[in-house]
């Protein structure tokens, strides 16, 4: 194989972000021209309908073949649960710890669902035209604190998130995409954002080799080439011997651990450049320098042609200058190349429209995720009446609506599960907010109370110890984390959905009419039995 320049090579270790929907992308194509970017992510801002979609990554992937000869990487975060950015009809499906409370994973229950769902996305995913996902989750969220990965994670013990994790990964490979493990060395035991600043975990390195590690050498030691890493934009001090280097510009994270300690031969790709942790502490040039020291190979830069515009340059002043070795950025290429010959992305991509339609309308698919999610409802605590779904207005039902809490969930759709309630049972709905959270007037048989990771909330710990003391029963869902649990001093049921989305709501509304509450809490410190009293 002929080696190409410089700026090529660095051209394919950058994966950029584009504005629009439609091609061509005037960024986009700036991107190619100038810089030779090699491979792009996308958000929901890029995608539409399945047609649409694939219209865009058909004409993206034409254009960059054409520009470097080689197909590029089109990469999508595609979780589940809030974490969605193609959300039309199959492509939605449950999130990580719903998908473990259905499976009863934390119990040692058939995860093999989870591997059905993988490959079910990963074959509508390259319907579409993306190849790579930024999932499964693989950190284990020790920190009910947590507000970034939370449900998001597959539960709160190494054992279950891995068993999730790596069926999730096998489906997703199975369906022709590579799945990317997230977030190495392990976001799960902080209580800071790194979208926003800099994590710190504090954690002995032997309890980090036990719990945060322990998911990541599963996963590249069964993978290997077959899987990507993502690292995160935080700090294990006791592997930075004290100081405050994040993972992404680590090479004792990158290099010493995650390549020569777990062997790891495949691509590590960085989190988004662009995030507030590394933002506060390099400009974007310095940072993306500091990576490929760390060992990384493809730098996400999710958003400004600014932001690549000066990695790339900072990388090829780097080469020049000799601080980087012009063999490192070949090594990277090299591995870029390898991977891309295992996902056929060597020569040139058809979009197929058509192709991408059924595989979004995959109506089985679909019946699939929605028996999952129903399966993953539990009850915390205590008893539903069977009476309630059928009182009408005499139950007052108070939610908040579903909107994006943080920067990974980026244009999550808008839901309101006491307007659902209402069109479904004839319950008084009330939407409540921070601005708006006082209970309306009146004498009601029962409360129905939704929340939303309350544990960050004083406004709905508020309306909580308002509705508790109210002497009428009390039914509490938490659309979130099951942390909330411990917010509760007094109902008659608790029960736990995971995250708010249409799928979520759906399965709540469906378990309140039925009585069954299928799913068990894969975190262990709220797994309530059932035939517990009310709180």
Request: net charge negative; aromatic share 6%; with cysteine.
């Amino acid at each position: 194989m002929q080696i190409p320049s410089l700026r090529r090579m660095i051209g394919q270790m950058l994966l950029a972000g584009f504005p629009g929907a439609v091609m061509p992308d005037a960024q986009a194509l700036r991107l190619m021209e100038e810089y030779s970017v090699g491979n792009f992510i996308l958000f929901a801002r890029n995608i539409g309908s399945a047609v649409e979609t694939a219209r865009v990554c058909g004409a993206l992937s034409e254009a960059v073949y054409a520009k470097t000869g080689f197909a590029p990487f089109l990469a999508v975060d595609q979780e589940g649960g809030a974490v969605l950015r193609a959300h039309e009809r199959s492509l939605a499906f449950p999130g990580a710890m719903a998908l473990a409370a259905a499976t009863h994973a934390a119990a040692g229950g058939d995860v093999s669902p989870i591997r059905e769902v993988g490959r079910r996305v990963g074959n509508a995913l390259r319907a579409l035209g993306m190849n790579v996902n930024f999932a499964p989750v693989l950190d284990v969220n020790s920190e009910p604190q947590n507000p970034v990965i939370g449900v998001r994670a597959y539960g709160d013990s190494p054992a279950t998130v891995t068993a999730c994790g790596l069926a999730m990964a096998e489906g997703l490979r199975a369906g022709g995409v590579l799945p990317v493990f997230k977030h190495f060395p392990g976001h799960g035991n902080v209580s800071v954002d790194s979208h926003i600043g800099l994590p710190v975990n504090d954690a002995p390195r032997a309890a980090l080799e036990r719990t945060e590690w322990a998911t990541f050498s599963a996963g590249v030691s069964r993978f290997g080439m077959d899987a990507g890493v993502m690292t995160a934009h935080l700090v294990c001090r006791a592997l930075e011997g004290g100081k405050d280097v994040p993972g992404t510009l680590s090479p004792r994270a990158v290099t010493a651990l995650l390549r020569q300690t777990f062997g790891f031969s495949g691509l590590v790709f960085t989190d988004c450049m662009e995030m507030g942790a590394l933002t506060a502490l390099y400009d974007p040039g310095e940072a993306a320098v500091r990576a490929v020291e760390a060992g990384c190979d493809v730098l996400t830069i999710s958003h400004t042609f600014e932001a690549v515009a000066h990695a790339a340059d900072a990388l090829q002043s780097a080469v020049e200058s000799g601080r980087i070795p012009e063999a490192r950025i070949e090594a990277s290429f090299r591995r870029i190349l390898a991977v891309k010959e295992r996902l056929g992305l060597l020569g040139p991509q058809q979009a197929d429209p058509a192709a991408a339609e059924a595989a979004a309308s995959d109506a089985e698919a679909a019946r699939f995720h929605a028996e999952l999610a129903g399966k993953s409802i539990t009850l915390l605590s205590g008893a539903v009446d069977p009476a309630l779904a059928e009182l009408r207005a005499q139950v007052r039902i108070l939610a908040p609506e579903a909107y994006a809490q943080t920067g990974a969930e980026l244009d999550a759709p808008r839901v309101n599960l006491a307007g659902m309630a209402a069109a479904r049972f004839g319950w008084h709905a009330q939407t409540v907010s921070e601005e708006a959270h006082a209970p309306t007037p009146g004498s009601f048989a029962a409360n129905v109370l939704c929340l939303r990771n309350a544990r960050f909330s004083a406004w709905q710990q508020a309306l909580l110890r308002r509705l508790e003391a109210v002497p009428v029963p009390l039914v509490v869902v938490l659309l979130g984390g099951p942390y909330d649990l411990q917010l509760v001093r007094r109902a008659d049921a608790v029960i736990a959905a995971y995250e708010y989305t249409r799928l979520s709501a759906g399965a709540v509304l469906a378990a309140l009419e039925t009585g069954a509450f299928p799913g068990e809490c894969p975190v262990r410190g709220v797994r309530v039995s059932p035939e517990c009293p009310a709180l």
